[in-house]
Nanobody, 124 residues
Framework: QVQLAESGGGLAQVGGSLRLSCAAS????????MSWFRQAPGKEREFVAA????????NYADSVKGRFTISRDNAKNTVYLQMTSLKPEDTAVYYC?????????????????WGQGTQVTVSS
């Protein structure tokens, strides 16, 4: 069992930056693939980024490539999402998710554990 808790959301200006954190409980954090998803008002939840257990492999949605960076610190049981060059369309609730295996999947159905989410609002 893994429990996930996101933090770091808030209000940012267009072009600004935010860093989200997701702290995980459990001693097996380093064996999980970790990811970030987001859900904007009135829209389906969508994939943002994922990272393998070692950090050696990542996947990104086309909409965030070159602007967002996912990373992890297994010693701290934490995964991060560094967001730069923020746009109004990045406004959403951001969720952290975890699954077993080795491939950083983009499909939310493959993830077993989810956090409660943190709100990110980008204003112009």
């Amino acid at each position: 069992q893994v429990q996930l808790a996101e933090s770091g959301g808030g209000l940012a200006q267009v072009g600004g930056s935010l860093r989200l954190s997701c702290a995980a409980s459990g001693r097996t954090f380093s064996s999980y693939v970790m990811s970030w998803f987001r859900q904007a008002p009135g829209k389906e939840r969508e994939f943002v980024a994922a990272i393998s257990w070692s950090g050696g492999r990542t996947n990104y949605a086309d909409s965030v490539k070159g602007r967002f960076t996912i990373s992890r610190d297994n010693a701290k049981n934490t995964v991060y999402l560094q967001m730069t060059s923020l746009k109004p369309e990045d406004t959403a609730v951001y969720y952290c998710a975890a699954k077993g295996g080795t491939y950083p999947s983009t499909g939310q159905g493959s993830y077993d554990y989810w956090g409660q989410g943190t709100q990110v609002t980008v204003s112009s």
